[in-house]
């Protein structure tokens, strides 16, 4: 079956650097997304990575290692209003979207 | 650009009753939509695909006589919730692709059946 992990929940502190992995087993791989949840909100595109290697984008960036089936998305210089779920999505073989559970991420003061 | 809107933001009904939620894709045409669910504190759950033109495709579990579903065009898809009954009260939220990947999420519709 096709399979994505992520932890359920992370605590960070405001101004820290945090680091959210995502593991996953998909029949076929297209690329690996990551999307921001706000409660009570659709989710938002963070990042997208097909190849191998880390994608920076100002305060987030994304990496994968394809070979390891493994991504993360780090979050620096965190505010408070990076508290939210983040979820890793990888497309697979017939270009359908597997999500992941999503991790909430709780930044405190 | 990539623009995805959804109508109504948030609705309320009596139990028994339908509900059309709309989905548009405002500047793209997008050649799948994708209806989800969303409950409290929980994941997206993906409920079906649609195609324009053709018949959804539904996940296992999700009722299609209940949930119908119309991609009557390339810019507009919408999820009917038919007799509604309070377990159906979600966060239902719309995406549409176009080309191979990227899915652009609509704002979401919160249903309350009561």
């Known amino acids: 079956g096709q399979n994505i992990d992520q932890p359920t929940e992370m605590t960070a502190t405001e101004g820290a650097i945090v680091q959210i992995n995502c593991t996953y087993q998909?029949?076929?791989?297209?690329?690996l997304f990551w999307y921001q949840q706000h409660a009570g909100e659709a989710p938002t595109f963070l990042s997208y990575?097909?190849l191998d290697g880390l994608e920076e984008k100002g305060r987030f960036s994304s990496f994968l290692s394809r070979s390891k089936g493994y991504s993360y998305l780090l979050l620096k210089e965190l505010q408070m209003k990076d508290s939210a779920s983040y979820l890793c999505a990888v497309i697979d073989s017939n270009y359908q979207l597997i999500w992941g559970a999503g991790t909430k991420l709780i930044i405190k003061p | 650009g990539a623009v995805v809107s959804q109508h109504p933001s948030w609705v309320i009904c009596k139990s028994g009753t339908s509900v059309k939620i709309e989905c548009r894709s405002l500047?793209?045409?997008?050649?799948?939509m994708f209806w989800y669910r969303q409950f409290p504190k929980q994941s997206l759950m993906l409920m079906a695909t649609s195609n324009e033109g053709s018949k959804a495709t539904y996940e296992q579990g999700v009722e299609k006589d209940k949930f119908l579903i119309n991609h009557a065009s390339l810019t507009l898809s919408t999820l009917t919730v038919t007799s509604a009954h309070p377990e159906d009260s979600s966060f239902y939220i719309c995406?549409?692709?176009?080309?191979?990947?990227?899915?652009?999420f609509g704002p979401g519709t919160r249903l309350t059946v009561t």
């Open positions: 998909t029949s076929g791989f297209n690329g």
């Open positions: 990575n097909v």
């Open positions: 995406s549409a692709r176009t080309g191979d990947y990227e899915q652009y």
């Open positions: 500047d793209f045409q997008a050649t799948t």
